[in-house]
């Protein structure tokens, strides 16, 4: 009870005046949308409605193509579904991605696509099974999948649904549910490689899992910038629960579940041993107005926003409520922060079951029962009819060693900002920020980063940003 009034207390922490923060709507008309992913060095959104159908979008939410349809393969009963998408990091050269979901028999699979001739659309056929878990009850499958830093597939399951983990499993290191799992699947065929460097590899506990003791973790990331990972654990009864494993863990940790609730015993009840076990950094209580019970995690926002910059983002899907915190090693969670009556729309959100990141690290809000897509945008992007940058396209392009990049912004929007990106979406260059435009401006990039090095030849992406519209071209330097 004392841990859940200091929780509401933190909620009633001002925002600064300069959080000028908003959303816009940017698709709509979804089934239930789940998951939003950009591919590595992509401008472009691929959303997972848990119905079974991804599909592509451009930055400016226009639809471009179905990328697959596995609707006749899937469970879509309690909380099953197509529930994760990830893509490698070498995704431009395999033209790889993988999929997670509950099939007909009602277990979890991993699955391997390939793309067709047309990047946008998987070719069905590709299919080769990665991974594929019995789950015996219809709730707590888990399912996210994302690739972490060292481009290995990181899998999250939970314990197998039913109440209070009847089974144990997230304590039995015999299974892998309730665990988050850890495997090398750069192979050409199906199946997977255990690394060498996981934690359990040669002792009684199963090679794969990373860490142990999660209930159901839904949805969990990596820091694009740090490279921690934070993990949101769904709760049984009182407490919702973030975990944070720094940067260069080894794995192996034990986040509690069943022996703990967050940081409360639950089986048993009192007197649970601890010893050995990693607490959440951050928890908060079931109940209030509107009614919390269920965490959804998000992301670092590593986006354009300086003032969002750093912050950890996460819902709750029952009251619909977005807050963020910011946790720092050696320090914990701290300035735990609501975004709620910033960014809702009119009417608010229905209920959120999943946020999504972009290539430049913007952030987006997924309204599972509404059906649509928010981006956070600062507040003037709100404005209506406000005027719509426009991007040329670099010429020469290709180029060796320099290019010119025209663009037209809107005189009494604000001030502008373009600035080129990698394909793994680091900033490299800005080429012009703060200042207002006058009609149509011509910039050239070198060929150099911020620092006068010469970049190496490949593919770029330029960017340009007012008033939070967004346009964003491709570019290649040549050797």
């Known amino acids: 009870m004392i841990r859940s009034v200091f929780f509401l207390l933190s909620l009633l922490v001002a925002l600064p005046a300069a959080a000028q923060v908003a959303s816009e709507r940017l698709i709509t008309g979804l089934d239930r949308p789940l998951r939003l992913v950009a591919p590595p060095g992509s401008p472009r959104l691929f959303v997972v409605e848990r119905s079974g ?70 070719d069905p056929a590709s299919a080769q099974l990665i991974l594929q878990v019995s789950q015996p009850q219809a709730n707590h499958n888990g399912g996210h999948i994302e690739f972490g830093p060292d481009g290995l597939l990181y899998i999250g399951f939970g314990d197998g649904g039913g109440s209070g983990d009847p089974q144990n499993n997230a304590q039995n290191d015999q299974v892998l549910l309730g665990k988050l799992l850890r495997l090398d699947v750069s192979g050409a065929g199906p199946g997977y490689a255990i690394p060498a460097s996981n934690p359990f590899v040669g002792l009684p506990p199963r090679d794969e899992i990373w860490a142990k003791g999660l209930r159901n973790p839904w949805c969990w990331s990596f820091d694009r910038e740090t490279g921690d990972l934070y993990i949101a654990d769904v709760g049984q009864s009182e407490l919702e629960e973030i975990n944070v494993q720094p940067a260069g863990s080894d794995g192996g940790e034990n986040y509690g579940w069943r022996l703990m609730e967050g940081t409360a015993c639950f089986n048993p009840s009192t007197n649970c041993p601890q010893t050995g076990l990693t607490l959440p950094v951050h928890e908060y209580g079931h109940g209030g107005s509107p009614f919390r019970c269920s965490i959804t995690g998000g992301y670092v926002y590593r986006g354009s926003m300086t003032q969002l910059r750093g912050r950890y983002f996460f819902a709750d899907f029952c009251s619909a409520q977005v807050w963020s915190m910011t946790w ?124 006068g090095r010469t970049v190496a030849a490949g593919v770029y992406h330029y960017r340009l940003e007012q008033g939070g519209r967004i346009a964003t071209r491709k570019m290649v330097l040549l050797e």
Do not use: K
């Open 53 to 122: 159908t991804i599909l592509v979008y451009n930055q400016d939410g226009t639809f471009r193509d179905l990328c697959l349809d596995i609707g006749s393969l899937i469970s879509l009963d309690s909380e099953r579904g197509l529930l994760g998408l990830a893509f490698p990091p070498d995704h431009a050269t395999t033209r790889r991605f993988y999929v997670s979901y509950t099939d007909l028999g009602g277990d979890s699979r991993v699955v391997r696509y390939t793309m067709g001739a047309d990047p946008d659309r998987a």
């Open 328 to 451: 720092t090693p050696g320090q914990g969670a701290t300035d735990v922060r609501e975004w709620t009556d910033l960014i809702a729309p009119a009417g608010g959100f229905q209920s959120i079951a999943g946020f999504g990141q972009d290539g430049f690290g913007e952030l987006y809000v997924l309204d599972y029962d509404g059906g649509d897509v928010y981006r956070l945008v600062p507040t003037v992007a709100a404005v209506p009819g406000l005027f719509a940058p426009q991007l040329g396209q670099n010429v020469p392009n290709p180029f060796n060693p320099s290019t010119d990049i025209t663009f037209t912004a809107d005189p009494a929007g604000g001030s502008v900002r373009l600035a080129v990106y990698d394909v793994a979406g680091r900033l490299v260059r800005v080429l012009a920020d703060g200042a207002d435009p006058e009609g149509t401006r011509t910039v050239t990039w070198d060929g150099t980063d911020a620092q």
